[in-house]
Structure formats: C-alpha cells, structure tokens
Nanobody, 123 residues
Framework: QVQLVESGGGLVQAGGSLRLSCAASGLTSSNLGMGWFRQAPGKEREFVAAISRRGSIIYYVDSVKGRFTISRDNAKNTVYLQMNSLKPEDTAVYYC????????????????WGKGTLVTVSS
C-alpha cells in the first residue's frame, strides 16, 4: 500500500523560508516521479514542482522558479521542497504526489496523493 506523508508546513512571514518533506512508503520499486501541488482557498490545485526517480529531470511552475528547490533522497524514500523568499500568494495546502514524470504536470495523471500540509505566509 502506497502512503505519502507530508510534514514541515506552518506559518511564516513574507520573505521567510520553510522546508517541506514527503516520506513515501510502498514506492521502493517504483520508477515514478515525485513532487508537489498546491491549492489555495477558492482556487484549483496547481502544479508546483516535480523530480524524476534519479533526479535528472526537474520541473517547476514559473511562479516559484529561483525561490523553490525540489530534491529527493531515495535511500530515505523522501522528497523535499525548500521554499525561500516566500510570498503571501504562496499560501496554500501543499500536497505531495507521485506520477510518471513525463505527465507530472497533468493533475489527472497523478497516481498517489498525500493528505497535504498547510503553508501560511503572512504579509
């Protein structure tokens, strides 16, 4: 059974940093990419970042390029999202996801979801 468990969300002031973690179980033999989506109140869930199994392919949404960094540690089955220079518009529930890397940005291609962790950025 696959489980994705996020941690690291919280309240931070604009300009601050947070690091999200997503621990995966049941994906050891999988070749799926892993990454993050987010959903702000009243808005649709949007793609944020993704990384392939070996880390050779990385995608970011334009709004976070230069501020967020995705990485993964396959020995720990964990993917990270380092978020710097946070803005109030980054406020959202952040969801960990696993999907084929080539289709990762397509919401409907996600195979597995975590339950989400809330990030709140105050102005």
């Amino acid at each position: 059974q696959v489980q994705l468990v996020e941690s690291g969300g919280g309240l931070v002031q604009a300009g601050g940093s947070l690091r999200l973690s997503c621990a995966a179980s049941g994906l050891t033999s999988s070749n799926l990419g892993m990454g993050w989506f987010r959903q702000a109140p009243g808005k649709e869930r949007e793609f944020v970042a993704a990384i392939s199994r070996r880390g050779s392919i990385i995608y970011y949404v334009d709004s976070v390029k230069g501020r967020f960094t995705i990485s993964r540690d396959n020995a720990k089955n964990t993917v990270y999202l380092q978020m710097n220079s946070l803005k109030p518009e980054d406020t959202a529930v952040y969801y960990c996801a696993a999907a084929p890397i080539a289709q990762f940005m397509d919401f409907q291609s996600v195979n597995y979801w975590g339950k989400g962790t809330l990030v709140t950025v105050s102005s």
